[in-house]
């Protein structure tokens, strides 16, 4: 039977890896390992429970710390579990520091790599995110594009074989989970919201969080929107917040901070909001696939589609814009199927096995 050894780290891989996990394990012998990256309760345990993922089969216990500290932590431990293991194959996702370990751990154990989510990037290279992709893309000998898009900027770089458009398991996870969100999440009833009632925001980018005065600005803007704003608190702002002891310092108060919320939850709060302000590229997909207005708290993004279809606008970290765009943005009728037909991680899987 093949082995595949995925490997995770982080909350958005956490659910990309649902679907793909589920779909594998009819068919494949999988190995999980969890770098660790992200790892309090709120953005990691919480996923695997709501998301019905199987307990790693390791679990690195890495943690935070700078990019080179954490990746090359995380290099030599993943090196020691492919050295004990030797799987056919390992699978890596998205674009964090855990990707990055793990491509290049296997292809020095002359182990083959696919990559979920390849092919996208912001053309931004201050972001790490960018890098790891890009790195993880040429080190890749499966690439699994969730756009037609994605394709073509692989074909740029000379990237053709291996390529596969598979769709976006995201939208797997999406279409899974939103029936159970609907059952079970009661966050609305517990925040005292009712839907069209508020905006939904996430800020964790180190553009917007590194900077201690674009920090508070944008908390400000964000207090002085006309409805109020749910913030779920990634730990990274959190700690910036607290470092800095920053606070909303305008008259009017609409930002309501919460604890991270678990996968259901934010599916639920997505789902119900008027609007939702985000720097996170996961977010503008779902925000997307919610059918809900997406303003984007930064300059570029991966996800060029979402703003083809008029559905997501760019505003940086300018006040002037986010206040402009939540008052006039409204997007067109038409809400095209830009991320396939929710059935990736199969497509996913049959690849694999044919390449077994």
Request: hydrophobic share 40%.
């Amino acid at each position: 039977m093949l082995t595949i050894l995925t490997i995770v780290g982080a909350r958005p891989q956490f659910i990309k890896a649902a679907p793909v996990s589920r779909a594998l394990r009819r068919t494949a012998r999988e190995l999980l390992v969890h770098t660790g990256q992200h790892y309090d309760y709120g953005m990691s345990a919480v996923f695997f429970e709501e998301l019905a993922l199987p307990e790693p089969d390791y679990n690195l216990g890495i943690g935070s710390g700078s990019h080179g500290k954490q990746t090359g932590e995380m290099l030599i431990a993943i090196e020691e579990v492919l050295l004990s293991e030797r799987p056919d194959r390992v699978l890596v996702y998205g674009d964090t520091n855990s990707t990055l370990a793990g491509a290049l751990a296997a292809v020095k154990l002359h182990i083959p790599v696919a990559h979920v989510e390849a092919g996208l990037r912001s053309f931004n290279r201050a972001m790490p995110e960018e890098h790891n992709r890009v790195l993880t893309d040429h080190a890749a000998d499966l690439l699994f594009c969730p756009t037609r898009h994605a394709v073509d900027l692989l074909a740029r770089e000379g990237i053709t074989r291996g390529v596969h458009l598979t769709g976006d398991v995201m939208l797997d996870a999406f279409l899974y989970n939103t029936a159970l969100a609907e059952q079970r999440s009661t966050i609305l009833d517990a925040l005292g919201l009712q839907p069209q009632t508020y905006y939904l925001a996430t800020l964790h980018r180190p553009a917007n969080t590194d900077d201690p005065a674009q920090l508070q600005t944008l908390l400000d803007t964000l207090a002085e929107l006309p409805l109020p704003v749910v913030l779920p608190l990634h730990p990274r702002t959190r700690q910036r917040i607290e470092l800095h002891a920053l606070a909303p310092k305008s008259k009017i108060q609409n930002l309501k901070i919460i604890p991270p919320v678990g996968y259901l939850d934010m599916l639920l709060l997505e789902r119900r909001a008027r609007l939702i302000l985000t720097d996170s590229g996961g977010v503008q997909k779902e925000a997307y696939m919610a059918g809900v207005p997406c303003v984007t708290l930064r300059d570029e993004t991966e996800w060029v589609e979402t703003l083809d279809a008029g559905w997501n606008i760019l505003v940086g970290a300018d006040p002037d814009r986010i206040r402009a765009a939540v008052r006039d943005f409204t997007p067109p009728a038409e809400h095209p199927p830009l991320y396939g037909d929710g059935h990736a991680a199969d497509r996913i899987v049959e690849i694999l096995m044919a390449r077994g």
